[in-house]
């Protein structure tokens, strides 16, 4: 009868496993459906307008934090075979290509791309139009770089999504990468009205987020927020070394190489 047991167990454990499995999937194909749909509408976010817009005093400190995150990456200076994950309608790619002489950008957003591709051209930019989660590198590149991703990867695909980035890299190579500020960072430090964080209200850590566009469609996808200790530690267990910090309120920036003794992919 113990054995009995212990194979029911077993079957009931694999098959929760398989459905979360497939929860996840759903998730991350919801996920891939809601950044599609939202490309025309991505640089609004960005530029604070039209329901972004929360007049000139918001405008002006959103303003400043923008810069700070620029200077973080100009500060990087990612130089030579440039590979941009997650590159969406190209706002980073336009100042990554102020470094590099190639960019290789990719995103599952054709849409995006496109947009990324009227802003940037195609001379030194190539665009892959790919599922993150799945795509391989096929050469090694001097730096990645990827802007607002990590925190739309869930904890399950961490730790491979950053073996994926270690195969990409070429020896010495480096990583820069910025997200939005934990919510907590943002409204403590943040304008009376912190807008456009998205989550500022859900407790950090929460992996599931309700988004709606504005013909009012809804999805529901991925946000893990990170502070700067808890990335650099969680990093440090995955072999990288890895600095990071905060702007002021908005965002959190960062750069990693694999540390020393870390184990090769």
């Given at each position: 009868m113990r054995r009995l047991a212990g194979a029911d167990s077993l079957r009931s454990d694999t098959a929760e496993s398989v459905r979360h499995d497939a929860g996840l999937e759903r998730r991350l194909a919801e996920q891939i459906a809601y950044?599609?749909?939202?490309?025309?509408?991505?640089?609004?976010?960005?530029?604070?307008?039209?329901?972004y817009d929360f007049g000139p005093d918001f405008a002006e400190e959103w303003a400043v934090e923008v810069a700070a995150v620029g200077d973080a990456l100009d500060r990087f200076g990612p130089t030579g075979d440039v590979l941009e994950l997650a590159a969406g309608t190209g706002i980073f790619t336009a100042q990554i290509l102020r470094h590099a002489d190639r960019v290789t950008a990719v995103d599952a957003s054709s849409e995006a791309l496109a947009i990324n591709a009227a802003r940037n051209g195609t001379d030194r930019v190539e665009h892959v139009?790919?599922?993150?989660?799945?795509?391989?590198?096929?050469?090694?590149?001097d730096h990645v770089c990827f802007s607002f991703w990590i925190s739309h990867v869930p904890a399950a695909r961490w730790a491979g999504f950053w073996t994926t980035v270690a195969r990409?890299?070429?020896?010495?190579?480096?990583?820069?990468?910025?997200?939005?500020?934990?919510?907590?960072?943002?409204a403590a430090h943040g304008p009376a009205r912190v807008a456009g964080a998205g989550d500022a209200r859900r407790p950090d850590g929460v992996e599931d987020s309700a988004r709606q566009l504005r013909d009012g469609r809804q999805f529901t996808i991925v946000k893990r927020y990170w502070s700067p200790p808890e990335l650099e530690a969680d990093l440090g267990a995955l072999g990288w070394s890895a600095r990071c910090a905060n702007t002021t309120w908005a965002f959190i920036h960062g750069h990693a190489e694999r540390a020393p003794a870390g184990p090769v992919p």
């Amino acid at each position: 009868m113990r054995r009995l047991a212990g194979a029911d167990s077993l079957r009931s454990d694999t098959a929760e496993s398989v459905r979360h499995d497939a929860g996840l999937e759903r998730r991350l194909a919801e996920q891939i459906a809601y950044y599609r749909a939202r490309a025309p509408e991505y640089d609004d976010w960005w530029e604070r307008r039209y329901e972004y817009d929360f007049g000139p005093d918001f405008a002006e400190e959103w303003a400043v934090e923008v810069a700070a995150v620029g200077d973080a990456l100009d500060r990087f200076g990612p130089t030579g075979d440039v590979l941009e994950l997650a590159a969406g309608t190209g706002i980073f790619t336009a100042q990554i290509l102020r470094h590099a002489d190639r960019v290789t950008a990719v995103d599952a957003s054709s849409e995006a791309l496109a947009i990324n591709a009227a802003r940037n051209g195609t001379d030194r930019v190539e665009h892959v139009v790919a599922d993150l989660f799945d795509w391989e590198p096929r050469r090694r590149f001097d730096h990645v770089c990827f802007s607002f991703w990590i925190s739309h990867v869930p904890a399950a695909r961490w730790a491979g999504f950053w073996t994926t980035v270690a195969r990409a890299l070429a020896p010495g190579g480096r990583v820069w990468f910025c997200d939005n500020a934990r919510a907590d960072h943002a409204a403590a430090h943040g304008p009376a009205r912190v807008a456009g964080a998205g989550d500022a209200r859900r407790p950090d850590g929460v992996e599931d987020s309700a988004r709606q566009l504005r013909d009012g469609r809804q999805f529901t996808i991925v946000k893990r927020y990170w502070s700067p200790p808890e990335l650099e530690a969680d990093l440090g267990a995955l072999g990288w070394s890895a600095r990071c910090a905060n702007t002021t309120w908005a965002f959190i920036h960062g750069h990693a190489e694999r540390a020393p003794a870390g184990p090769v992919p």
